[in-house]
C-alpha cells in the first residue's frame, strides 16, 4: 500500500476446522496526489486446489522416479520447433548420452540409428506425420558402437484444430530378447553342425524364387561326400562332424554370393546358384567345387582326403519344381558314382536312362519278391584243363516292369542299406536248392553253385537256421554249395567269424573268400580262417598280359596258395591273352565273360545239361 503496487501471495490461517490456505490478490488505489487511499482484492480459499498440486507433484516426480529407472525412454517430440521437449533419463543408459546433452540444440536422433534401418525408420515416420500410430523395430549404436534392438511406439498428437503439434514415444531396449529370438530362429532354419541352410529353410527360399522368377534360370548342385561313412567309423563322429564344417565353409568360399548352400542330411548337400560372374559357367563351378573339396583337410592332426560326387540340374529346362531339380541332380550324382566317383555330371535325358530313384527303387524292391520280378542267374566256372564246368556261381537278376533289368550295383546297395538284403540271400540259397535238386533228380547234372553271401547276414543266428531248414525242405546235400564271403565279412570279431564259418563247414558248406588282395591284410586271412576256395579280383587280371607289375603279385599269390593247398578261382577273363597267362600260372579254375556271360537257369541247363 505504501508503495502503490499490487501483490499477490498465499498465506495459512487458523480456523475451527482447522488450518486453510488462502490465496490473497491487492491492488492500491491512488488519490490525485499519488498516495495510496484504498486497497481492493479477492482472497480466495485454495485449500483443496493447493492439495491437489501437490498430490500432482508428488505423482510427477513419483513417474518421473519411474521413468527414469526403467530401461526405455519416454519422450516428447515437438513439431513446432523441432525439439524434444521431454525425454528421461533412459536415454542415457540406451545410448550414452546425458539428457542435459539431448536439449541441446544439436542433437539429432538419426544420427544413433543403424545405417541400414535408416531407410524403414524414415518411412515409418513419414507415416507418423499422416496421423497414424506406429509400432516399429530397429537397431541404434550407442556413442560407444554397441548395437541394440529397441521397438518404439509413436503416437501423434493433435491441437484443437487437427494439426499434430507433437509426437510423444516410448522406445523399448529388447536386444536381449531379439537376440534369443535369432538365436531360436537360426536353430530352426540352419544346420546345427555346418550353420548351412537346412533342408525346410532351402525350400523355402527356392519356392519363393520360382515364384516370383518363373522365367529367371537358376541352377540346382547336389553334392555328395564319397565314403563318408569310414571317416565316422574310423575317426570317430567329432571328426567327421569337423569334415562337414569345413566341407561347408569350402562349399560358401566357391559360391560367395553366386547362390545359397544347404546341408540336407549326413553328408549330402545342396547348392543353388542364380549368379555368374562375366565369363563364367556353372560347369566352372562345379568343377572349382570339386577341386576345392578334393585337397586334403587337415583336421586335429588327420590329414583328410575327401572326394566328392557332383550332380547338376536347371531350372526350368531340368524340371519345373524343386524335388525335380534335386531329383534330377541326384541321378547325376548316381552316374558318377557309377563310373568311379570325385567327379561331377551335368544332368542328360541319357543320365535319367542310366540311374535311378533310390527311394523309388526300394519301394518297387519291396513288391518284386511278391511279383516274380527276380531271376536267378548262373555263370559258368571252368576247372584248369577247360573241358568241363566244375562250379557255377549264382547271380541275382531284377527285371523290372518299368525300367527293365536294373544293374546289380544299383539295386544291391539299396537292399543293403534297406534291410531287404536278407530277403534276396533267402531267395538266391531257396533258387539255388531248387536248381541243384532238380539236376540231381531230373537233369543228372552235378555241379556245385557258389552263392554270395551279406556280410550283415552271414553271422546272424536267423540265417543259420533258414540254411538248415531250406536243405531239408529240398533235401540237398551241403557239399552242393559254397557261400562266397569277401573281406568285409571277415574284418568283424576275428573268433565269431571263425567259429561261423567252422559251424557251417561241419555241416557240409564250403567257402570262397572273394576279390581277393583288395584288403589291406588278405594274406593274414588265409591263416586266420579256414578258406576252402580263393578267388582272385579281377583288377589284378584285367589287360594281365600287359601289366608286369600285377603278373609279378599274381605269381606270388600262386606260389602261396600252392603252399596252402588253397584252389585258386581266376575271374574277370575277358580276352585269350589273360587266359594264356593264368594257364601258367596254373590257375585251379576260370571264370569270365570269355567263355560265357552270367546267363538264365534255362539257358545255362540247354547248354550244359
Keep these: 500500500m505504501e508503495h502503490g503496487t499490487s501483490y499477490e501471495m498465499d498465506y495459512r490461517i487458523k480456523t475451527q476446522s482447522g488450518i486453510r490456505t488462502l490465496h490473497v490478490r491487492g491492488d492500491s488505489i491512488l488519490n490525485d496526489n499519488g498516495d495510496p487511499v484504498r486497497l481492493i482484492g479477492i482472497i480466495q480459499d485454495v485449500t483443496k486446489l493447493r492439495g491437489l498440486e501437490k498430490d500432482l507433484s508428488i505423482n510427477r516426480e513419483r513417474l518421473q522416479k519411474i521413468y527414469d529407472s526403467l530401461d526405455m525412454i519416454v519422450c516428447s517430440f515437438n513439431l513446432d520447433n523441432r525439439r524434444l521437449e521431454y525425454v528421461s533419463k533412459g536415454i542415457e543408459r540406451m545410448i550414452d548420452v546425458t539428457v542435459e546433452q539431448v536439449y541441446q540444440d544439436d ?15 524414415s518411412r515409418n515416420r513419414r507415416q507418423i506425420l499422416r496421423g497414424e500410430k506406429v509400432k516399429h523395430e530397429y537397431r541404434i549404436l550407442s556413442k560407444a558402437g554397441q548395437v541394440k534392438w529397441v521397438e518404439e511406439q509413436a503416437i501423434p498428437i493433435f491441437d484443437h484444430n487437427g494439426k499434430i503439434t507433437q509426437i510423444d514415444g516410448v522406445l523399448v531396449d529388447f536386444t536381449e530378447r531379439k537376440l534369443h529370438e535369432q538365436e531360436v530362429e537360426f536353430i530352426a532354419n540352419h544346420d546345427q553342425i555346418t550353420g548351412l541352410k537346412n533342408r ?31 571317416i565316422n567309423e574310423s575317426l570317430g563322429y567329432d571328426i567327421g562332424d569337423k569334415v562337414l564344417t569345413l566341407t561347408a565353409t569350402r ?30 559357367s556353372i560347369e566352372d563351378i562345379a568343377q572349382r567345387l570339386k577341386d576345392s573339396l578334393e585337397r586334403k583337410m587337415l583336421i586335429d592332426e588327420y590329414q583328410i582326403q575327401v572326394t566328392s560326387s557332383i550332380g547338376v540340374s536347371q531350372f526350368p529346362n531340368h524340371g519345373h519344381t524343386l524335388n525335380d531339380l534335386i531329383n534330377n541332380a541326384d541321378r547325376a550324382v548316381h552316374y558318377v558314382k557309377t563310373i568311379g566317383k570325385n567327379s561331377w555330371q551335368m544332368f542328360e535325358e541319357d543320365v535319367e536312362k542310366q540311374t535311378f530313384n533310390d527311394y523309388e527303387l526300394e519301394q518297387d524292391l ?3 519278391f511278391e511279383n516274380n520280378e527276380l531271376e536267378l542267374y548262373l555263370q559258368p566256372i571252368y576247372c584248369n584243363e577247360l573241358k568241363q564246368v566244375a562250379l557255377a556261381e549264382a547271380l541275382i537278376r531284377w527285371k523290372h516292369p518299368k525300367h527293365g533289368y536294373v544293374p546289380p550295383n544299383v539295386f544291391i546297395p539299396i537292399a543293403e542299406k534297406s534291410g531287404l538284403i536278407h530277403r534276396i540271400d533267402h531267395f538266391v540259397l531257396r533258387k539255388t536248392c531248387e536248381t541243384i535238386r532238380r539236376w540231381r533228380d531230373d537233369i543228372g547234372l552235378n555241379i556245385s553253385i557258389t552263392n554270395n553271401l551279406s556280410p550283415k547276414r552271414f553271422l546272424r543266428q536267423s540265417f543259420k537256421d533258414y540254411v538248415l531248414s531250406t536243405l531239408e525242405h529240398y533235401q540237398v546235400d551241403a557239399s552242393n554249395i559254397i557261400f562266397e564271403i569277401t573281406e568285409t565279412a571277415l574284418i568283424h570279431d576275428h573268433e565269431l567269424v571263425n567259429n561261423t564259418i567252422n559251424d557251417f563247414r561241419n555241416i557240409g ?26 578267388k582272385i579280383d579281377r583288377q589284378f587280371i584285367q589287360n594281365i598280359d600287359q601289366n608286369v607289375k600285377n603278373q609279378a603279385i599274381l605269381r606270388g599269390i600262386s606260389h602261396f596258395t600252392n603252399e596252402l593247398n588253397i584252389p585258386m578261382i581266376a575271374e574277370g577273363i575277358e580276352s585269350k591273352e589273360e587266359l594264356k597267362f593264368l594257364q601258367t600260372l596254373d590257375c585251379d579254375y576260370y571264370q569270365g565273360f570269355y567263355f560265357r556271360k552270367p546267363c538264365s537257369i534255362v539257358q545255362f541247363e540247354e547248354q550244359y545239361g
Excluded at 255 to 274: H, K, P, T
Excluded at 509 to 533: E, K, M, P, V
Aim: aromatic share 16%.
Design 366 to 368: 519291396n513288391f518284386a
Design 509 to 534: 558248406f564250403r567257402f570262397a573268400l572273394d576279390d581277393f588282395g583288395t584288403g589291406y591284410s588278405s594274406i593274414a586271412h588265409l591263416s586266420l580262417f579256414n578258406i576252402d576256395l580263393l
Design 251 to 280: 562349399m560358401d568360399h566357391v559360391i560367395q554370393d553366386r547362390g545359397i548352400c544347404a546341408r540336407l542330411s549326413g553328408d549330402e548337400f545342396v547348392i543353388m546358384v542364380n549368379r555368374l560372374k562375366d565369363d563364367e
Design 200 to 230: 525346410r529353410n532351402f525350400e523355402t527360399y527356392i519356392n519363393n524364387i520360382m515364384n516370383q522368377r518363373k522365367k529367371q534360370p537358376f541352377w540346382i548342385i547336389y553334392l555328395d561326400l564319397d565314403n563318408f561313412k569310414s
Design 107 to 121: 542433437f539429432n536422433w538419426l544420427r544413433y540409428i543403424h545405417p541400414e534401418d535408416l531407410t524403414s525408420f
